[in-house]
């Protein structure tokens, strides 16, 4: 596990922290959350999905204000990193590991902001 300080949370399956000096994205592994505004995976989802594009970027700005309300910046958090540790647009791809113990990526699920 590697302990970081979260600098910002991006959306409900993204924030970026400081590690080793310099500032990463983490995608958190297992979580698909709504896209907040309106983009082209915004427009998949409402394809894949059925729902239309203003119930995505809602649900997208709900667990977006979910993750800000587990974490926020300044916060330290320890993060553990997939088998690949990056995803295809260099992000971290990771497991977050909040102060009490709990895993963040599990309570979002538990939150039920997934897209299925």
Not at 14 to 23: D, F, K, L, S, W
Not at 63 to 92: F, H, M, N, S, W
Request: proline share 3%; aromatic share 4%.
């Amino acid at each position: 596990m590697i302990p970081v300080r979260v600098v910002r949370i991006v959306d409900g399956d993204t924030i970026m922290v400081g590690v080793n000096g310099r500032v990463e994205k983490v995608r958190l592994i297992g979580i698909d959350a709504p896209e907040c505004r309106p983009n082209l995976k915004a427009e998949k989802d409402v394809l894949r999905t059925g729902d239309d594009m203003r119930t995505i970027t809602e649900l997208g700005q709900k667990a977006t204000r979910y993750v800000k309300g587990l974490i926020r910046p300044g916060d330290r958090v320890q993060i553990e990193l997939d088998v690949r540790e990056r995803d295809r647009y260099g992000k971290l791809l990771g497991y977050v590991w909040l102060q009490d113990g709990r895993l963040l990526d599990e309570e979002i699920v538990r939150a039920g902001f997934l897209l299925i």
